[in-house]
């Protein structure tokens, strides 16, 4: 199965001059963790309710754009990309969402939740979520 058939195609993004504020009450609004960060619909970056937390409002710079955040090494995967590539990005690079692309254009998202709920991927969901969710010991 690939990750086209259990992605998120709806997404909310948001863009590097938005404040961190307003990418806050976006997130509340739609009751989500993170958001695409896009230019020209290519994705640049992603920024996470964590991100926001620990890099900005701690710090006091609610009024910071989401620039200053942001992760800018964003892990992506194809639409045509089988589930099991795609926990396999997510376990290698331990994240438990992935934009999708296609012709580098964003076109949807993938989480760890997308693939626990298709039974083909239980395994590999759960391999993806025991790999992510390990401490680093060393």
Request: with cysteine.
């Amino acid at each position: 199965m690939q990750v086209r058939n259990v992605m998120s195609s709806e997404v909310e993004c948001c863009n590097t001059q938005d404040t961190l504020s307003a990418v806050a009450s976006k997130m509340q609004s739609l009751n989500v963790g993170a958001l695409p960060v896009v230019e020209n619909e290519n994705i640049i970056g992603m920024v996470t309710d964590r991100d926001m937390v620990v890099r900005g409002l701690t710090n006091g710079n609610s009024g910071d754009s989401v620039h200053t955040v942001m992760s800018s090494n964003v892990v992506t995967v194809s639409a045509d990309a089988s589930l099991e590539e795609a926990a396999q990005l997510m376990s290698q690079h331990q994240v438990r969402r992935l934009p999708v692309v296609d012709n580098g254009h964003l076109v949807g998202i993938v989480s760890l939740g997308d693939l626990a709920v298709r039974n083909q991927a239980d395994h590999s969901a759960g391999q993806a979520l025991s790999q992510i969710s390990q401490q680093d010991l060393s």
